[in-house]
């Protein structure tokens, strides 16, 4: 672990929390509504902006150092567990491994996505929400995608990053020209019409068809990330991108 001159190393204590990545980002609840009423703005809409204390006071934890668990690193730690070679067998499925040591094991592959987290928090993390199996003192994933809302603390910060992240398309597209490369897609299907009995054929659809687009961009992803810089790149300038499918229902 890197440590800026003049900086006191962390504890252990310190380096077994979680950092949150939305403060890491210096995005937190204020500046998500920030960026909505930007958004307004630059349509000419006038909307009077709320202060931050004016939205549903004591729903949320709006304490800038408060501990969230990271659902964005847990997802890219289930994509290695899925794609790495070294985590999966023969038939191309997830390996059971050892929690602690060299690879493969938890510990190796969280260091991938996670490098400053401590592992005992991390398979407790796991553990507790579903997304791991202890047997024989091995670790076994139970699933391929991470269900950020299935715990109160992953939810707030997965629809913050998510919230953010369509209004910055949003924007991006409006500073475009149309017919501009450099736009971002954002296309929606949508019916006025749709007979309300098969929503529920409806969100089955989404999920498994969505869920299939998604891992084949995960894997697409990952493997650029593996591909070798050439010698005239050998230091890459890099940034975070986010590719999402959303279901929408107005209710009657």
Avoid at 35 to 62: K, N, Q, T, W
Avoid at 189 to 194: K, P
């Amino acid at each position: 672990m890197k440590v800026a001159a003049g900086k006191t190393k962390p504890s252990k204590v310190e380096r077994a929390r979680p950092r949150n990545t939305l403060i890491q980002e210096n995005l937190n609840v204020q500046k998500v509504v920030d960026h909505l009423f930007d958004l307004f703005a630059h349509l000419g809409i006038d909307v009077p902006r709320p202060a931050l204390s004016e939205i549903s006071p004591g729903s949320i934890d709006r304490d800038s150092s408060s501990l969230y668990p990271l659902p964005t690193e847990f997802g890219e730690l289930l994509t290695h567990w899925h794609q790495n070679p070294h985590y999966i067998d023969d038939d191309g499925n997830p390996k059971s491994i050892k929690i602690k040591g060299r690879r493969p094991s938890l510990e190796s592959l969280a260091r991938i996505s996670m490098p400053t987290l401590n592992i005992d928090y991390i398979k407790g993390e796991l553990t507790r929400l579903g997304v791991i199996s202890i047997v024989d003192d091995l670790a076994k994933v139970n699933m391929r995608a991470f269900p950020a809302y299935e715990d109160k603390s992953l939810a707030i910060q997965h629809t913050l990053a998510a919230l953010d992240g369509f209004i910055r398309t949003l924007r991006h597209n409006l500073d475009s020209e149309p017919s501009n490369s450099n736009q971002l897609f954002h296309r929606i299907a949508q019916r006025n019409d749709f007979d309300i009995r098969k929503i529920p054929e409806l969100k089955i659809r989404a999920k498994r068809q969505g869920q299939a687009f998604l891992e084949s961009f995960d894997n697409w992803l990952v493997r650029q990330e593996k591909a070798k810089p050439t010698k005239r790149t050998t230091k890459r300038k890099t940034t975070k991108v986010s590719i999402g499918v959303y279901l929408s229902v107005v209710e009657p």
